[in-house]
């Protein structure tokens, strides 16, 4: 039976590395956190399941990676904390700064609820970045994050025909991760460009920085490369099939391949889940490096609300060692913003920060978005898998005036399915960017409203309503506090 009560002092969105971290500190502190967390054992995507993982399958941690084995210590030390956690809960609101008080709703076990923090630390992390190409939409076709998650969750393996495509470093995590456990995919589609001479001095820094994870990373590609049939500089991705994936077609060095799979994973790096954040009304902006929308901090993670904090790589993308120190930092942070609680002040930068930020900004830049997914040459590539909307309809609509994203949805549907836009929304500002000749900070964002979770009338016509706020201000407003006394509300 879950807690339901409707206060606390903080309330931290996300059982990751960062927000379990800020959880562990406040907790220390005394303080009266609540852990809200949409799975129902802590970790995140980075330690998914390594509690079930190191008791019931503790033969899977090695070849998982001394980085996934690391989650089983903080793990443990939340547990440990004392701050309350509520597995299986969503987040489908964070009330408005137009509100009288600050409110997250939640949905929990099938029922709605208000819970009512004083301060709130969004821990959100990332998600992987949408890859639009043609026939990504076929059943066969997944993102190696979503294999991943099958893993580390329920041990699942694909077959030894699997085919893994696109860039960046959890490609070749994960291709070495199905080696330690005896699958060897069938081949690697590196899309990833060649690497300018400005890079490869950037990676110099990041050797000096952090030798141990740039020789890490080095081996992981060196090894993945030496066991499966890798192809780089990829182009023109294409899966092919009528009711499920049949083949792979591909372009490299000018000539054209065809591989029968009935298993394609792809992947193109990750971005910032920001969906929360904007749907709260914080201010973001277009990081053109990572190719995704970021939120304006100060300090460690003070956001444009003073009583809403954000930190790991709902930030900005920079991994799991990052985010812990972040966590523990934005945790002091926060002590300093709680009237009740001193005169707390962030830890200072630790050195170990300053070079996981040289890491960060080689491995920017040298594994950038695939320009291919980011701007769908060809025209018939869905963006919206949900509504079934093409890269040409988004084009054509932005051609004939159609000057931002919002604007598009009437014409298009695009953005309005059951994900709501969190596949299409990156690709649909990308591509009216570039019909208009515009950045994509100029052409903007979805505007996200809530509910951001599907949730029924009876769910919210049951919610409990709070009456009369312990600290006297005034409750925060129903849709019957606008009613005319003796009005029908059903009107």
Not at 166 to 193: E, H, K, S, V
Not at 359 to 370: C, G, H, I, Q, S
Request: glycine share 12%; hydrophobic share 40%; aromatic share 6%.
């Amino acid at each position: 039976m879950s807690d339901r009560r409707s206060t606390c002092e903080v309330a931290i969105v996300g059982a990751g590395p960062a927000g379990l971290a800020a959880a562990c500190v406040l907790a220390g502190k005394g303080v009266d956190v609540v852990v809200l967390d949409e799975q129902q054992t802590p970790g995140g995507q980075v330690f998914r399941g390594i509690e079930k993982v190191n008791a019931t399958r503790p033969s899977d941690l090695n070849p998982l990676g001394a980085s996934y084995g690391a989650g089983i210590e903080l793990v443990r030390r939340f547990r440990e904390s004392g701050a309350y956690y509520r597995p299986g809960t969503s987040v489908w609101e964070i009330t408005s700064d137009q509100e009288p008080e600050l409110a997250l709703g939640l949905v929990e076990n099938g029922a709605t609820q208000m819970l009512y923090p004083r301060h709130i630390i969004l821990a959100t992390g990332a998600m992987e970045r949408p890859t639009p190409f043609l026939g990504w939409t076929l059943p066969g076709v997944m993102t190696v994050g979503a294999a991943q998650t099958l893993l580390k969750s329920s041990g699942l393996l694909p077959g030894n025909d699997v085919v893994l495509a696109g860039t960046g470093p959890l490609l070749y995590l994960y291709a070495n991760q199905l080696i330690g456990m005896g699958i060897t995919p069938q081949a690697i589609l590196d899309t990833r460009p060649s690497a300018t001479w400005g890079t490869y001095l950037s990676g110099l820094n990041a050797l000096l920085a952090c030798p141990g994870a740039v020789i890490q990373g080095s081996r992981w590609m060196h090894d993945a490369k030496r066991q499966v049939e890798a192809t780089s500089h990829v182009t023109n991705l294409r899966a092919k099939g009528d009711d499920r994936l049949r083949s792979v077609s591909y372009q490299s060095a000018g000539r054209l391949y065809d591989m029968a799979t009935a298993l394609l994973l792809v992947h193109d790096g990750v971005i910032s889940n920001t969906w929360l954040s904007m749907s709260a009304g914080l201010t973001h902006h277009f990081d053109s490096l990572q190719g995704c929308w970021v939120p304006d901090i100060r300090g460690v993670g003070i956001t444009s609300r003073e009583s809403i904090s954000m930190v790991g790589d709902s930030v900005g993308i920079a991994g799991a060692e990052v985010a812990m120190l972040q966590g523990e930092r934005v945790a002091h942070e926060v002590l300093g913003q709680l009237n009740d609680i001193g005169g707390a002040q962030p830890l200072p930068e630790p050195a170990a920060l300053k070079r996981q930020r040289r890491l960060r900004r080689f491995l920017d830049r040298y594994f950038p978005p695939t320009s291919q997914f980011q701007l769908p040459v060809d025209d018939d590539t869905i963006v919206c898998r949900c509504e079934e909307v093409t890269a040409g309809e988004i084009r054509s609509v932005a051609a004939r005036g159609c000057m931002g994203p919002n604007q598009a949805k009437a014409f298009t549907r695009c953005g309005m399915g059951p994900c709501m836009g969190r596949k299409c929304a990156a690709t649909v500002s990308q591509l009216m960017a570039q019909v208009h000749d515009m950045s994509v900070g100029d052409i903007g964002h979805y505007r996200i409203r809530p509910p951001l979770r599907p949730i029924t009338v009876g769910q919210l016509a049951d919610m409990p309503i709070r009456h009369g706020p312990s600290d006297g201000a005034p409750a925060a407003a129903t849709i019957y506090d606008t009613l005319a006394p003796g009005e029908n509300p059903n009107r």
